[in-house]
């Protein structure tokens, strides 16, 4: 069975500065991984993911995410934090092959001081 | 990208009354929906797989006949929440995906948050 593991439930970082949240990922299969974004009271949304090829994913906002199977991780990075990246970030791992199916992580919470 | 769309974002019911949730794909023919359960400060749990024009798949420990789930167009997935009660509030997340995005995505709605009283 898929797990996903996020370190830090909360992160907290200066605007400008690097921000690294990071997951790491059990799967029995070649998983297909998300990071998804949360603001309060709304869905989620896709901020990237890793499926096939490029090992260095980037994906909206800046965002990038590199999925380094010898580690089993799939940390998510941005050079320069802004105060309106300050949401909760989840993790995901697709089920095997089953349609859109994901177990998340359990979330981390990037807080942005001026 | 995609746009799933719920309704409502949220509601108030009484103690034992039922809920209906919609979850609606706007723009393509979802083959499959997903609920998904948020508590506070937890993260998301699935609860059931939704196929159109078949019965739902429900994960362990979720109760069928609580939360009914209807699939029965390439459109509409709908969740009622029957007989609620207060340990039933929560945020609830649908998502839709069809087998032409080869399992790379799925799209989510935008929640709904259910407060029981």
């Known amino acids: 069975a898929q797990s996903v593991t996020q370190l830090g439930s909360h992160v907290s970082v200066s605007e400008g500065a690097l921000v690294l949240l990071r997951c790491n990922y059990s799967?029995?299969?070649?998983?297909?991984l998300f990071w998804y974004v949360q603001y309060p009271n709304q869905g989620l949304q896709l901020l990237l993911k890793y499926t096939t090829g490029a090992t260095l994913v980037k994906g909206i906002n800046g965002f990038e995410a590199e999925f380094k199977k010898s580690e089993t991780s799939f940390h998510l990075t941005k050079p320069s934090a802004h105060m309106s990246d300050a949401a909760e970030y989840f993790c995901?791992?697709?089920?095997?092959?089953?349609?859109?199916?994901?177990?998340f992580g359990q979330g981390t919470i990037l807080t942005v001081h001026p | 990208g995609a746009v799933v769309s719920q309704h409502p974002s949220w509601v108030i019911c009484k103690s034992g009354t039922s809920v209906k949730i919609e979850c609606r794909s706007l723009d393509f023919q979802a083959t499959t929906m997903f609920w998904y359960r948020q508590f506070p400060k937890q993260s998301l749990m699935l609860m059931a797989t939704s196929n159109e024009g078949s019965k739902a798949t429900y994960e362990q420990g979720v109760e069928k006949d609580k939360f009914l789930i209807n699939h029965a167009s390439l459109t509409l997935s709908t969740l009622t929440v029957t007989s609620a009660h207060p340990e039933d509030s929560s945020f609830y997340i649908c998502?839709?995906?069809?087998?032409?995005?080869?399992?790379?995505?799925?799209?989510f709605g935008q929640g709904t948050r259910l407060t029981v009283v």
């Open positions: 998502s839709a995906t069809h087998r032409g995005l080869m399992n790379t995505e799925a799209f």
């Open positions: 799967s029995s299969v070649p998983p297909y």
């Open positions: 995901a791992v697709i089920q095997g092959y089953s349609y859109g199916k994901l177990t």
